[in-house]
């Protein structure tokens, strides 16, 4: 009998540097013995609540408390569908509580549920909130973004480069608790390998910390330190959500686990359009072009209907300037895709953290800039050290260190310093690892005192 999987984990959780509460949940449950493990597996979950401070909580909490029990406890015939039972149950948690009380009515949460069992990595999944995969260099976001700008996309009524122009960020299409029935996307089975990290976070983190240096802290640091450096980038560049994450670390995994998901495609050359799921076909808009020409064309030769003729030239250029704008718009999504597998390694800017936090910071847009696959893995970026983010950090450090002395924070400067050097040393020396460990402690150290300085704002 083979035993259950070594892992390490760390959760961490923050209200930000913009709210007054915090509306994010999180979960974890390891399984007790063998036989557990085989059916349920191990259980990781995050919820990010919404509907007002009180009722975001709530709605959030609810989920946490009801989905692991109703995961264990029930009987399923698979992981995938003990996990759909679940989800189900945690959502008629919270709408049955917002029935029962107007001032909740129409609260909710995301929820992203990851179960690590014998037939690997199975995920359940509802609104924004991600789960990613870092293997080998590279991170694979395993969730989609139910949120409009990612629905636009896919259906073809968007493209990356214009989403923005035509649609808000941060609206959800999906979440628990609002309806008595949710729609719930069961992700995998995926493989899981020695030495794969997942993470679960809320949107918190991913609006300011990108997926490379996700990746990249993931993959260079165990999991306690992992999680503590990303909330503390976040909050670095504005902190203007709430933000959870789980990291897990898989020090050894029993067997191996064929990948049911769909392997990402190469990158796609500047003459193809992406296979989005519910993008129109070519072939009714061949057809529409066609007719409009020979409408056109009869139009023109056909001078004794004059009485029609305008009508039928005014329609006709409209489909055909219709047809044109919307194929230009399908290249536009295909030029952008030209980067889906490219290593994401481009120079990082990072935020000025003085006075204002905010004012300066340089989060992430919430729109990815690749086009993304229609079956998960979604998108797919390096997760390699670049110098880029070895640079960020020594820049997050040094501003740290600025607005400590000028706002004179209880901060060992002496210690600082010491780990300033040994950071530049291990870099010198080709001992990456080590350098971004010194600047995590260190930043570490700087943004305690930071956070202490809002809070005593905050108080005051």
Not at 172 to 181: A, E, V
Not at 264 to 274: M, Q, S, V
Not at 320 to 331: A, D, E, Q, T
Request: proline share 5%; aromatic share 6%; net charge negative.
């Amino acid at each position: 009998m083979p035993s259950p999987p070594v892992v390490q984990y760390a959760s961490r959780t923050d209200v930000g540097m913009r709210r007054s509460a915090n509306q994010d949940s999180l979960a974890v449950r390891l399984c007790a013995d063998y036989d557990e493990w085989h059916r349920c597996g191990h259980l990781f979950m995050v919820a990010d609540g919404m509907g007002g401070h009180a009722v975001g909580d709530l709605a959030s909490r609810i989920a946490v408390e009801t989905l692991p029990h109703a995961y264990f406890k029930r009987d399923a015939p698979s992981v995938q569908s003990r996990m759909r039972q679940a989800i189900y149950a945690a959502n008629k948690a919270i709408n049955d509580r917002g029935r029962e009380n107007r001032e909740f009515e129409g609260m909710g949460t995301t929820c992203s549920v990851l179960s690590l069992a014998e037939d690997g990595a199975t995920i359940g999944h509802v609104g924004d909130s991600r789960v990613y995969r870092v293997r080998r260099g590279r991170i694979e976001q395993l969730t989609f973004d139910h949120s409009l700008q990612w629905e636009m996309i896919r259906l073809g009524r968007a493209t990356v480069d214009n989403v923005e122009l035509f649609h808000p960020r941060n609206v959800i299409t999906r979440c628990l608790g609002p309806d008595p029935l949710v729609q719930v996307d069961i992700e995998g089975p995926f493989s899981v390998e020695a030495g794969d990290h997942f993470v679960l976070c809320s949107d918190g983190l991913t609006n300011h910390v990108t997926d490379a240096e996700i990746g990249q802290t993931v993959a260079s640091l165990p999991p306690a330190e992992s999680s503590r450096l990303l909330i503390n980038l976040a909050n670095c560049r504005g902190g203007s959500d709430n933000s959870t994450v789980v990291v897990i670390g898989i020090d050894s995994y029993p067997g191996t686990v064929e990948e049911q998901s769909a392997e990402l495609p190469e990158a796609p050359k500047l003459d193809r359009t992406i296979d989005i799921p519910g993008k129109p076909s070519d072939v009714p808009q061949i057809v529409l072009a066609g007719t409009a020409v020979l409408c056109l064309l009869a139009a023109i030769t056909l001078g004794v209907i004059e009485k029609f003729a305008p009508a039928v030239i005014l329609v006709a250029a409209s489909v055909l300037s219709w047809l044109i704008r919307r194929r230009m718009g399908s290249r536009k999504t295909a030029a952008s895709s030209e980067d889906f597998s490219t290593d994401a390694t481009a120079p990082v800017e990072s935020g000025v953290l003085t006075d204002s936090f905010a004012e300066h910071s340089s989060p992430r847009p919430s729109v990815p800039q690749t086009a993304f696959n229609p079956k998960s893995p979604y998108r797919s970026f390096s997760a390699a050290i670049s110098e880029a983010f070895l640079s960020f950090l020594a820049k997050v450090q040094s501003d740290l260190v600025q607005d400590a002395q000028d706002r004179a924070w209880a901060v060992d400067f002496q210690e600082v310093s010491t780990l300033s050097k040994q950071a530049s040393a291990a870099r010198q020396s080709g001992k990456i690892s080590q350098t971004i460990k010194s600047r995590a402690k260190a930043i570490d150290m700087l943004m305690r005192e930071r956070i202490r300085d809002r809070d005593h704002g905050k108080s005051v």
